[in-house]
């Protein structure tokens, strides 16, 4: 008997090392695959490209640098779940804000293939006790899948709408369709039932196990259905409605937009040259007057004479890390008017907590969007700290 289970143990640790090889194999593939044409993009800019050449690179490297960062999101959230560190941001989210979030992370890939794209929310004012990106990001895995496995010119269906104390969601294709003895794999990690399929965006086989996890940690459930191989998929998930199940009128969000004060000073702090200089170009072209140091010493001595009204601060720096220099500013009454932004690749729910602790007002994970970056520097401004009482402005001493 002890031979059997040796034998059965030994089968398992070669059919987990094989699955290990072969995901290693397909991340490699699928973290080159971005990077080629990225690299092919600065050798054609480092010439003298026609401006729209310029402009097709340009597009072609953003979108490229988009997948790769989905591509690390979802490792990231792997690990997470697995060890279970993933936390929930519960708040009231009407319906209609996951769909229109989902749509605008989904909306470039499914334009890019050429697909129809039909919508359909019958009460988009239902409200879930949800965590609005994790939702957004169930909807959009779901509606990039489709995409992934239809062929260009096919057609994705969106729809949602109430069942008795749920929300129905349900995203459907006229694509490669799923074998009826591979329906129970889909949602299985690094599972990718179609490998076959000729397409250029493969993935790494753990956004459908994404999905099932986050809705399973939404207290609902997900489910997939084709009638065989070239029929298309029809992806269903169902979520319990908040007991109040219809949100207030509000006013529709405006998009975010910078509210830029004249000659709004922000100072960069990043031992990376390349990261903060160009950062810094970014924020100029928008209208900001930059600085930029590469190190906290060199950030004290900036603001003695130089007081920005936001610094956006790197946390691994050398010798003082970002959160000792944001205690620093924050201990100097001074300094007390000043935003601080920490822009790090620490990005897990502690390193956010760290960050706010040690009294930034904002976290943003590299490498940043530039619409989320914009968010921020228009969320600190109108929320700039106050000066306390008695405190005489830029140049008072403590």
């Known amino acids: 008997a002890s031979r059997i289970e040796l034998a059965r143990h030994a089968a398992q640790l070669l059919n987990a090392d094989r699955k290990k090889d072969e995901f290693l194999a397909t991340l490699a593939h699928e973290l080159r695959n971005p990077l080629a044409p990225i690299r092919t993009g600065l050798q054609l800019l480092g010439g003298t490209p026609s401006p729209d050449t310029t402009r097709h690179t340009l597009e072609v490297m953003q979108r490229q640098t988009s997948h790769m960062v989905r591509l690390i999101d979802d490792l990231l959230d792997v690990s997470r779940i697995t060890r279970g560190k993933l936390e929930l941001r519960r708040e009231r989210v009407p319906l209609g804000s996951i769909i229109d979030a989902a749509l605008e992370g989904s909306r470039p890939l499914i334009d890019l293939s050429g697909h129809a794209l039909r919508v359909s929310v019958a009460e988009p004012s239902l409200v879930l006790d949800a965590d609005l990106t994790r939702l957004a990001q169930v909807v959009s895995n779901l509606l990039n899948n489709a995409s992934k496995y239809t062929a260009p010119g096919g ?40 490998r076959t399929f000729e397409h250029t965006h493969g993935g790494l086989g753990i956004g459908l196990a994404l999905v099932r996890s986050l809705v399973e940690m939404h207290g609902g459930r997900v489910s997939a259905a084709s009638d065989g191989t070239g029929t298309g998929s029809t992806f269903t998930v169902r979520l319990p409605l908040a007991l109040d199940t219809v949100a207030q009128p509000t006013p529709k969000a405006a998009a975010i937009t910078a509210e830029l004060h004249a000659e709004q000073r922000i100072l960069v702090v990043d031992d990376n040259d390349d990261a903060a200089d160009l950062l810094a170009l970014m924020l100029e072209q928008a209208g900001y007057v930059t600085q ?10 900036r603001v003695e004479s130089w007081t920005p009204d936001i610094a956006i601060l790197d946390i691994g720096l050398p010798g003082m890390s970002g959160y000792e220099l944001a205690r620093a500013l924050r201990a100097d009454r001074r300094f007390a008017g000043m935003a601080l932004i920490a822009l790090t690749g620490w990005g897990t ?3 956010k907590q760290r960050a706010l602790d040690a009294g930034f007002d904002s976290h943003l994970t590299k490498p940043v969007d530039a619409r989320e970056l914009q968010g921020a520097l228009a969320n600190v401004g109108r929320q700039k700290r106050t000066a306390p009482e008695g405190f005489e402005g830029r140049g008072a001493t403590q």
């Open 155 to 194: 057609l994705i269906d969106l729809a949602a709408l109430r069942d008795g104390g749920d929300v129905v969601i349900q995203v459907r294709d006229n694509g490669v369709g799923i074998p009826a003895d591979r329906i129970s794999d889909v949602f299985e990690m690094f599972s990718q039932v179609n």
């Open 292 to 301: 930029v140091v590469h190190d906290g010493p060199a950030a004290l001595d």
């Open 349 to 351: 729910e502690r390193d």
